[in-house]
Nanobody
Framework: QVQLVESGGGLVQSGGSLRLSCTAS????????MSWYRQAPGKQRELVAG???????NYVDSVKGRFTISRDNAKNTVYLQMNSLKPEDTAVYYCKGYHSTTRSAYWGQGTQVTVSS
């Protein structure tokens, strides 16, 4: 079992940048497929960016070219670099770790990102 803790959220003006971090503990980080989701008020949680089991990355269309997901297995951390932020990026951002063998998913507590216009 893995525990995930997000950080790096905050208030930023439109066009600004933030870098979210998600640090894992309690298990071997490298075996988990990591991704970032977000949930805006009144909306369903959506996948923003993630790694596939093969190590490639995918992004929702609305963030392509602006967001970058990366991971540092030595630091047990996955990052989400967010540039050119827009008010519609405002949401609570969650990281998720998926263990493909046990088919178990683990979530962090979320970090709030607010983009002002």
């Amino acid at each position: 079992q893995v525990q995930l803790v997000e950080s790096g959220g905050g208030l930023v003006q439109s066009g600004g940048s933030l870098r979210l971090s998600c640090t894992a503990s309690g298990s071997i980080f490298s075996i988990y497929v990591m991704s970032w989701y977000r949930q805006a008020p009144g909306k369903q949680r959506e996948l923003v960016a993630g790694f596939t089991s093969g190590g490639s990355t995918n992004y929702v269309d609305s963030v392509k070219g602006r967001f970058t997901i990366s991971r540092d297995n030595a630091k047990n951390t996955v990052y989400l670099q967010m540039n050119s932020l827009k008010p519609e990026d405002t949401a609570v951002y969650y990281c998720k770790g998926y263990h493909s063998t046990t088919r178990s998913a683990y979530w962090g507590q979320g970090t709030q990102v607010t983009v002002s216009s």
